[in-house]
């Protein structure tokens, strides 16, 4: 049995997938194995998985025949009921790794007997081939020199609002099958949010790694790069998923308003890009979110203070049915959002979402 699995997934990177193979294949830690998951890519991606697969026999392939629709979700559930390893990693097929990223992961997990092991990354653009550091850069910045963490109560609340990717990080095989946990499948994106809830909700201890050991590839050319449409508010769907998850699993009362907190951050900045013709759809899906929250929750000191008042604003205009008072509140915000660290809205959450609306 492999010491770690490596999940790769693709769809229609033909261009990129030999670089991540390449990297992958060239981990300094040897004892692994390397799943690769095809989301039914209509160019050569299969075909140069097959190439990479007759010359190294750790490569096990997986082609799916058609396209899914739970694309990446799909592809990396595929990758879980397949791997071997006592840890299992996750791979984007576009990104590049450094060679000894896995080892690193690997070594603290077991250090420490880690459920979870992280590092940091680059946002990596394709086009101006600059480089540009992660949104949740400040809040890894106080995490990582503490190289481990325990994730009792007040861990979780702390490790919860970092970014949810999981080709930074390895996880405890025993974790995902004993716990069940997986990516949910359905007619979304960003499906990377509640599987990072159920993993934090769930795990003993995570270990950093306190390098950027990866470079994850934005803004590629052919995507979509100034269109936000309906699929992007599809992301509040998974409020529900993990709000559920909660209450299943007896932790509503401890986490309700770190999950009320991240759709305010999700809102805060899909209500800057929406456009005005779909601000209905968006005060829609708001209601769904708020409609699972008492209303004292929303309306308290503490959940004003946490979400700032301008967002606060615009979930009580949601509550109360008020979509005049909502269009306002977001005119406000949006003419009041601070102009900082600009790279983000290529390089960071915007960069995430062009990818997936070029699907």
């Known amino acids: ?54 010359c190294d026999d750790r490569i096990v392939p997986v082609l799916l025949q058609e ?15 397949q791997a071997r390893g006592a840890y299992i990693g996750f791979a984007d097929g576009d990104d590049r790794y450094e060679p000894e990223m896995f080892a690193k992961l690997l070594a603290a997990a077991e250090a420490h007997d ?68 997986r990516f949910p499948v359905g007619d979304f994106f960003f499906e990377d949010n509640p599987f990072h809830w159920f993993n934090t909700l ?19 050319i052919g995507q979509t790069t100034a269109t936000v449409d309906s699929k992007l508010l599809k992301m509040f769907r998974h409020h529900g998923i993990i709000k559920r998850w909660l209450e299943e699993n007896g932790q509503d009362t401890e986490f309700s308003g770190d999950l009320l907190s991240w759709a305010s951050r999700q809102l805060s900045w899909i209500g800057r890009k929406c456009p005005t013709e779909l601000r209905r759809e968006l005060f829609e899906a708001v209601q769904a979110v708020v409609a699972l929250h008492a209303e004292e929750e ?13 967002t606060a604003n615009l979930l009580l205009a949601a509550r109360n049915g ?28 915007m960069g995430r979402m062009r990818r997936i609306l070029a699907r």
């Not at 929303?298 to 301008?310: D, E, H, M, N, V």
Request: with cysteine; glycine share 8%; charged share 25%.
């Open 67 to 81: 396209n899914t629709i739970g694309g990446v979700a799909t592809a990396a559930n595929a990758g879980i009921e």
């Open 114 to 181: 880690a459920d979870l092991a992280m590092c940091s990354y680059l946002n990596w653009d394709a086009v101006t081939g600059q480089t540009a550091m992660p949104p949740d850069e400040e809040r890894w910045n106080e995490l990582a020199p503490l190289s481990v963490l325990e994730l009792d109560a007040a861990g979780r609340h702390r490790l919860l609002p970092l970014n949810a990717v999981p080709w930074r990080k390895i996880y405890r095989a025993a974790l995902l099958q004993e716990q069940g946990l």
């Open 298 to 310: 929303l309306g308290s000191p503490q959940t004003r203070a946490a979400i700032g008042k301008r």
């Open 202 to 220: 769930s795990a003993n201890r995570v270990a950093f790694v306190d390098e950027r050991l990866c470079r994850h590839r934005v803004n590629r």
């Open 1 to 54: 049995m492999p010491r770690l699995s490596i999940v790769v997934t693709s769809y229609n990177i033909e261009a990129f997938i030999g670089e991540c193979l390449a990297d992958i294949c060239g981990q300094t830690l040897d004892d692994i194995e390397i799943i690769v998951v095809d989301d039914g890519s209509s160019d050569g991606t299969a075909g140069k998985i097959a190439e990479f697969a007759s």
């Open 322 to 349: 008020d979509f005049d008072a909502f269009c306002r509140d977001l005119d406000r915000a949006a003419a009041r959002a601070p102009r900082r660290r600009s790279a983000d809205a290529s390089t960071g959450i």
